[in-house]
């Protein structure tokens, strides 16, 4: 029973599991703002595009 004990205090008071998961936290939400950038420019690219395309006759 004792070695449970121990065991489960070592297991709350170890912190690495933590921490690598907020960096896969941190590490999400920077890939969710390039992609939102990356669709912004693009939905902007592709606007401009399309208006230098209807000023070309056909």
């Known amino acids: 029973m ?4 121990e065991l489960f205090q070592t297991f709350l008071g ?3 599991g933590a921490t690598a ?3 896969a936290l941190i590490a999400g939400m920077i890939c969710l ?3 939102g950038g ?3 420019v693009g939905t902007t690219t592709n606007d ?3 208006k230098a395309a209807d000023g070309f006759p056909d």
Do not use: D, G, M
Request: no cysteine; glycine share 0%; net charge neutral.
């Open 2 to 5: 004792r070695a449970a004990r």
């Open 14 to 16: 170890n912190e690495n």
């Open 21 to 23: 998961i907020e960096y």
């Open 33 to 35: 703002a390039i992609v």
């Open 38 to 40: 990356a669709t912004a």
């Open 48 to 50: 401009s595009f399309t």
